[in-house]
């Protein structure tokens, strides 16, 4: 028996990963050509410390390639190519996606190049710059003809790039190199140009086939073409385009019918669509109830409701049934366009033909009957909604307490408000406005003060809701009457700097400016702190009374709590300053308003201009500038004059300021008085100027301190 030889136990292979790429060795992974890493050399290590240069942040030429793809998004593309085309990838890749010799000589080393690799490498590329090149560098090769396909992955491309005008020269150019255009090449211009919404192109591109090429397209191609001239608003293009069709002795399509009949809709040319429409009923066949629909929805937004009735008429002629979607939109139209008894009355024939009415309907003729003052049809709908096992939401009964509360049936109103509490329903703001204002017409104040106590225990902000009541009570009833209600809130102490604001506003555009100012007294001794929306009321109301003393403290406290004044505060100041003489702060302030609101107002701005012009002691020139000024509707005011008083005495002489004011009298734009005053004006600040020249001197040479000591008493302390 032979001896037996010791049974060793088997090895054990593990799988530790992937072995680790080299520079000659590169691994792959995935597929057979795919995902390929490689190693850079190693780099010699310096020990000094060097900074890398980044040419990229310094080059234009690679800032305007801020689009190019990076290396990663382009391979990640590349896997699905062929190998040659990977090839030609990364060689755009190793050059940092710039074309050049290098990228050239990459290129040469492949033997043959055809349309198919041209049109795969073009589709995954997106750096217009190389691909202009690519596609140029190409079509010199030694036996090599552009095809319909790298022509139309180049169409893509251009597109994808933003090149929509390259993308129009194509067919001049695939005719210039023996390739005609064929409808197809076309047809992905047209397709590109309506995706992005340019009809004009689309049409350029439709001439261009038609007319120079003499390509005619198919009944496809043409209703593409016209549904993009319609949806860009191009009815008349489209309609030329429709008579080409016509021509061309081709037949209509469902489609082709419905393009032109929508876009006539939009148009508001009902007799032309309806022409249309009984071609397309002779021809083809009648639209179904979509269709009619579809009209009906257009022409509701824009108002046409004699259009929609047509329609209507025109739906029940060709013995087409209307559905729920039909009635609720010509309906909510009818109810809007204030023709409610119409809507109305088709909600009878709804209802008499067995559809589930919606609640939207119910809702939009509610609205408008109690618009209209109809409240009693307004609650009938009610009881049929009711009946029919629907539950009014809150805006039914927000617009029928409206309804009763101008019929002065507040008791009603409030028993409805509180039936909207015991349906569960949350009241907001329109629910309780109709009655604070019908108790606040009344003078009813104490159901006024239940009414905001029943808010507070549901929940409401009573203060926020009281700063937009004050607003409506204001529009409608008027400052005296948001007076006497605020006097009485206080008492309870239902104020806010916001409801001060919105009186003090309402009482100063009603002339009633010491009641305003009272209020402004009012709010500052009192534990509330004013905002700048207070202070800028206050600085127009004492602007108005003369005290511009007043109103620059105003100013300077919105200042203070760094907030800009109000443009009105603005001019209402700097106006009021010209007017007591203080022409200088009165430019500060003008420089002040430009820099700090984001649109000051026109006169400002040409008073800067004037300022400028006045630097070159020339009348004529301010006085076209004024000229401009006036055409463009700003008017010749205290702040203009003001300005051309402190140009000339700044800049010029009094000679030229004189002609300028004495020309405007001629003109009558400045009676005779004005011009009397402007020039009292003008020899007093000169006279300012003046001064603050001597004075200026007196202090740079030192004399100021020795006229001082000589009794001088002339100089400011």
């Known amino acids: 028996m032979p001896p037996q030889t010791p049974t060793t136990p088997n090895k054990f292979y593990f799988f530790y990963g992937h072995r680790k790429p080299s520079q000659n060795r590169p691994t792959v992974r995935g597929g057979l050509f795919s995902n390929r890493q490689t190693l850079a050399p190693p780099k010699p290590k310096s020990n000094k410390l060097t900074h890398h240069f980044e040419i990229q942040k310094w080059d234009p030429h690679f800032l305007s390639q801020s689009n190019s793809p990076s290396p990663d998004t382009s391979f990640s593309a590349s896997i699905r190519l062929s190998p040659i085309a990977r090839f030609i990838i990364d060689s755009f890749r190793k050059n ?157 399509e469902t489609v082709t019918f419905m393009i032109l009949i929508k876009g006539l809709c939009n148009a508001g040319k009902i007799d032309e669509m309806l022409e249309v429409l009984g071609r397309m009923r002779n021809k083809l066949c009648k639209p179904d109830v979509f269709a009619y629909t579809a009209l009906v ?187 006497e209600v605020f006097t009485h809130l206080k008492e309870r102490g239902y104020v806010s700097v916001e409801i001060y604001s919105l009186v003090m506003d309402s009482l100063y555009l009603s002339g009633e400016v010491e009641k305003a100012l009272s209020l402004f007294d009012e709010i500052k001794s009192s534990d509330l702190k004013p905002d700048s929306s207070i202070y800028n009321i206050a600085i127009l109301c004492f602007v108005d009374r003369g005290e511009i003393k007043e109103a620059c403290l105003c100013h300077n406290k919105i200042i203070e709590m760094s907030c800009i004044p109000s443009v009105a505060a603005y001019c209402c100041l700097a106006k009021g300053l010209c007017e007591i003489g203080e022409i200088d702060e009165a430019m500060m302030l003008v420089r002040d308003c430009l820099g700090s609101v984001v649109s000051g107002p026109m006169e400002f701005k040409y ?66 008085s004005d011009t009397i005053v402007y020039d009292e004006l003008l020899i007093d600040h000169m006279k300012k100027k003046t001064a603050d020249l001597v004075i200026s001197g007196l202090k740079f040479f030192g004399l100021e301190s020795k006229l001082k000591s000589k009794g001088c008493k002339l100089l400011p302390d």
Request: hydrophobic content about 40%; aromatic content about 10%.
């Open 96 to 252: 940092d996606y710039k074309w050049g010799p290098t990228v050239v000589t990459e290129l040469n080393k492949l033997r043959r190049v055809t349309p198919t690799l041209v049109a795969e490498v073009l589709k995954v590329q997106t750096n217009p710059t190389l691909a202009f090149n690519f596609f140029h560098w190409v079509e010199k090769q030694k036996g090599y003809h552009h095809n319909f396909a790298s022509f139309n992955a180049f169409a893509y491309f251009l597109n994808r790039a933003n090149h929509f005008r390259a993308a129009d020269n194509l067919p001049e150019l695939m005719d210039a190199q023996g390739k005609p255009p064929s409808e197809k090449q076309f047809e992905i211009l047209i397709r590109m140009h309506s995706d992005a919404g340019r009809g004009l192109r689309v049409y350029h591109v439709y001439d261009k086939m038609r007319n120079k090429f003499g390509v005619k397209p198919r009944v496809f191609l043409y209703n593409r073409i016209m549904d993009a001239l319609v949806k860009t608003g191009h009815l008349d293009l489209a309609l030329s385009v429709y008579s080409d069709f016509r021509e061309d002795g081709l037949v209509e």
């Open 297 to 483: 929805r257009i022409m509701v937004p824009a108002g046409n409701l004699d259009g929609c009735l047509r329609v209507w008429e025109e739906m029940k002629r060709d013995r087409v049934e209307p559905d729920v979607m039909a009635y609720s939109t010509i309906i909510g139209g009818l109810a809007k366009g204030g023709r409610v008894l119409e809507g109305y009355e088709l909600l009878k024939e709804m209802k008499s033909k067995g559809h589930l009415i919606d609640r939207a309907i119910y809702g939009s003729l509610v609205e408008s009957f109690v618009g209209e003052n109809k409240v009693g049809l307004a609650f009938d709908l009610l009881k049929d909604l009711v009946s029919s096992g629907y539950r009014a939401d809150l805006g039914i009964y927000n617009n029928l307490i409206e309804g009763l509360c101008n019929m002065n049936k507040l008791e009603k109103a409030y028993m409805l408000f509180q039936v909207t509490i015991k349906e569960g329903l949350e009241p907001d703001f329109l629910s309780v406005k109709p009655l604070l204002l019908a108790y606040a017409e009344k003078k009813q104040m104490e159901e006024f003060l239940k009414l905001l106590e029943k808010m507070e225990k549901l929940g409401f902000s009573v203060i926020d809701n009281l700063s937009k009541f004050f607003s409506h009570l204001v529009e409608k009833l008027g400052p005296i009457m948001a007076m």
């Open 607 to 672: 008073c800067l201009t004037i300022l400028h012009i006045c630097k070159s002691n020339d009348a004529e020139k301010v006085i076209s500038v004024l000229s401009e000024m006036m055409q463009q509707g700003c008017s010749l005011g205290n702040v203009v004059c003001s300005a051309i008083i402190s140009g000339m005495c700044k800049y010029g002489t009094i000679e030229e300021a004189r002609k300028v004011f004495s020309n405007l009298r001629d003109r009558k734009l400045l009676t005779e």
